[in-house]
């Protein structure tokens, strides 16, 4: 029997011989409040299977494709919350968390293939991902300024480390470096 994922793969190869970028940018985020009465792990679930798994298993499909190519390209949308949580948002917080370890990792086991992973770790942009009222919130990013400064870097090569940040994310990417992860922490979850 042919196992699920090669034969993924070959129809995946099959459609699209050129294929050469993964682009794994699915996600949900949804708060969680396990102080009340008849919390359970069902949205936790959902956030771990899409968030995580979802970016998993469709990196597991293609790469058997994306590695017979040349200039093959992943790209996985994290978050800056990876890097300082919000405590609302446990799971999602760490999901972003686990991708931003994982990529590490998929970096490195691909170096000499080779295949590049770069992670996108945007900033609080105004798109529906938290609901309506997000896509218009003064606080977020436009999305057409994050697409611009996105398509900057990625044309100008300036991502190291494979990360792709716009200007907004480096507080906090740097503030456990910078001795600022304490004051971030508690600026973003206010007692
Ligand atoms: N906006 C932000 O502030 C922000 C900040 C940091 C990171 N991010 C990350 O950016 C990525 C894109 O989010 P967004 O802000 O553009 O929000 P969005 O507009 O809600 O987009 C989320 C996308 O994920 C897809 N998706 C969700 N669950 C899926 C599933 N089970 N299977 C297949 N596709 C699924 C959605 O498809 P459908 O529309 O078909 O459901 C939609 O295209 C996410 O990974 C998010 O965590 C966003």
Redesign the pocket.
Known sequence: MIPQRCHASRLTFARFPELNVLIA?????RTEDMTADGWDASDAEAIVE??IL?VLRVTAALLPVLKGQPNATIIA?????AFVPRADFPT?CAS?AFLHSWLQSLRYQLRKIPVEVLEL?????Q???TGAQ?ASDAR?MPLDAYTAEVMQLLELNVHPRGEVLVERDRARRWAERDGRYDATYVAMNPS
């Not at 940018?25 to 985020?29: D, M, P, R, T």
């Not at 949308?77 to 919350?81: E, I, P």
């Not at 770790?121 to 942009?125: E, I, M, S, T």
Request: glycine residues 8%.
């Open positions: 940018n699915a996600g949900i985020s899409t968030n979802g949308t994290s978050s800056n919350l999602y972003k770790a945007p900033p609080y942009v798109t529906e991902l997000q977020a």
